[in-house]
């Protein structure tokens, strides 16, 4: 059983969270799920509706795998130092680190992909790219696994990332089966990227 800790923060990104958290959730003999934010608050997302904490990243929980959204709110939590030390000491112990869209950013900015491959949404790739001069950021992709750090790109690509973990963890099996559970159609190539064209990324 892996604890899954999904940092949030206003103006989070609704499906780069609750996509990836569904996959994951739909296996709930290998995976618990918990929402972590800076207070006990509701966390407002970028679309509107807020969700409900268990835990603060005061209470110095360790999780096998740490997972972070993307979404407007980003932008101002770049800033945010005390949040950010929090996802580097929350790095450092969990198995894998992950990331949907422009939650890349945070991991950069905290210094966890430094000399690692990862990528983001190709709208803000410029953006994001500019928060972490070490990383070694990859201009087309779907997802990037590069050890225990996979990121992904935009908003639904966190759902074929989040399916390609699970496929890693647990063999291609279990994920196929969340697939067809959730009828959802895994993009299994981690290379299709029609929208770094579209961005003009390539």
Known sequence: ??????????????L?????MEMFGLLDKKFTL????????PVASNQGPS????????????YDILFVPGGAGVRREVGNTRLLDWITT??????????VCTGSALLAKAGVLN??????NKAAFSWVAEQGPEVDWVRQARWVEDGRFITSSGVSAGIDMALAAISTLHG???????????????????????FAKIHGLV
């Open 1 to 14: 059983m892996r604890r899954v800790g999904a940092l949030i923060f206003p103006g989070f990104e609704l």
């Open 16 to 20: 780069d969270l609750f996509g990836p």
């Open 34 to 41: 918990d929402l972590v934010a800076e207070t006990t608050a």
């Open 51 to 62: 969700a409900h904490v268990e835990n603060t990243i005061d209470e110095q929980i360790e």
């Open 90 to 99: 929350a790095s450092e112990t969990a198995e894998y680190t992950l990331s």
């Open 115 to 120: 000399g690692h491959r990862a990528t983001t």
């Open 172 to 194: 291609p099996e279990a994920a196929e089966k969340v697939a067809i559970w959730s009828e959802y159609n895994w993009q299994k190539d981690p290379d299709h990227d029609p």
